[in-house]
């Protein structure tokens, strides 16, 4: 993708799920037959780097499009609406031990962060500094997440979590990544209300508040449009 507006275009079309299928293989296993495939995550999709890819999943885990493309409609959907379904999230990402079990605590730990990540994003990156509300948000609760630091016999090191949901431990640390790398202002929510769609800016400028401008962009102009004629604005 390049860096224009146009062809950085972050919204998943009308058919598209939160991860596509690109593959199914067909295996017999005790006669019977077995379907495996293999998946895109949305980061990958839409060539998100790969140093904030579990971020990005994550915040887009919640999916409150409602807009009608293409004559359907959009229904909101929530990836990790149970503890079963964040265990298998992160276990399809490698960020969980197989054998691991989450509660329904770690559920409620989880979403209070996907949301609080939501909803400084949902600021204008201008209003984020300003804003303490949100930030003892996110402190409450990156508080289950913490993370050490760990070197190893040949003195690699790396950062590693002591909670079953060590995962959601690497969004933090990507979401450090993006403040130190002075990127975090490219991380924004779609300003079209009919989307809430967290998209990574690549445009040179970054300037952008659609997650396309093609879709959300064009749909937010007629819709502004259509109000200035209802009320008879003419322009002069």
């Known amino acids: 993708m390049g860096l224009n507006d146009n062809a950085s275009n972050d919204a998943p079309g009308a058919n598209n799920k939160h991860e596509q299928i690109l593959f199914t293989g067909v295996i017999e296993v005790n006669q019977q037959k077995c379907y495996a495939s293999v998946t895109m995550h949305l980061s990958e999709k839409f060539s998100v780097p790969d140093d904030i890819a579990l971020l990005y999943d994550f915040v887009n885990s919640l999916d409150l499009r409602r807009y009608v493309e293409g004559g359907q409609v959009h229904v909101p959907d929530d990836e990790l609406d149970s503890a079963?379904?964040?265990?298998?999230?992160?276990?399809?990402?490698?960020?969980?031990?197989k054998k691991a079990t989450l509660s329904a605590q770690d559920l409620g730990r989880a979403l209070a962060l996907r949301d609080?990540?939501?909803?400084?994003l949902q600021l204008a990156p201008a209003e984020r500094a300003a804003d303490a509300a949100i930030a003892a948000q996110i402190n409450a609760a990156a508080a289950h997440f913490p993370m050490t630091l760990a070197m190893g016999k040949a003195g690699a090191i790396t950062l590693q979590s002591g909670s079953l949901t060590g995962g959601l431990s690497r969004v933090l640390a990507e979401f450090y990544q993006l403040s130190v790398t002075d990127r975090l202002d490219r991380m924004?929510?779609?300003a079209s209300d009919e989307c809430s769609w967290i998209f990574y800016d690549r445009s040179k400028p970054g300037n952008?508040?659609?997650?396309?401008?093609?879709?959300?962009?064009?749909?937010?102009?007629i819709r502004v449009y259509r109000n200035r004629q209802k009320q008879g604005y003419t322009g002069d």
């Open 84 to 97: 079963a379904k964040l265990q298998a999230w992160l276990r399809n990402r490698g960020a969980i031990a």
């Open 116 to 120: 609080a990540l939501r909803s400084f």
């Open 208 to 221: 952008r508040r659609w997650c396309s401008s093609t879709l959300c962009g064009n749909r937010e102009k």
């Open 188 to 190: 924004k929510m779609c």
